[in-house]
């Protein structure tokens, strides 16, 4: 089991910065991939960024250049800079984390979710 506690939401003006916090525990050793998806009222639930067990690293093309997600293995957390945020990053972000089993099976794990709103 993983458990996931995120933070560091809140309300910003246009062209502020925020940054989110995903702390792991339990079960971190077998983490592979973990990830920042957000979703906005009314809007499906859609990848900004997700950072590897090897420390690569994939972003939306709506944050790519704004954003950096990056880890401390040694603190089993994430975070994710977002900087020059506008409107549209309003929403809802979570964590989720991917854990390889014995078997080599996957299994998810989502955070509570943090809201971000960005206001004019």
């Known amino acids: 089991q993983v458990q996931l506690v995120e933070s560091g939401g809140g309300s910003v003006q246009v062209g502020g910065s925020l940054r989110l916090s995903c702390a792991a525990s339990?079960?971190?050793?077998?983490?592979?991939?973990i990830g920042w998806y957000r979703q906005a009222p009314g809007k499906q639930r859609e990848l900004v960024a997700v950072i590897g067990s090897g420390g690569g690293t994939n972003y939306a093309d709506s944050v790519k250049g704004r954003s950096t997600i990056s880890r401390d293995n040694a603190k089993n957390t994430v975070y994710l800079q977002m900087n020059s945020l506008k409107p549209e990053d309003t929403a809802v972000y979570y964590c989720?984390?991917?854990?390889?089993?014995?078997?080599?099976?996957?299994?998810?794990?989502w955070g509570q979710g943090t809201q971000v709103t960005v206001s004019s």
């Open positions: 339990g079960s971190t050793s077998s983490i592979v991939v």
């Open positions: 989720k984390v991917e854990r390889l089993t014995s078997s080599g099976a996957r299994i998810q794990y």
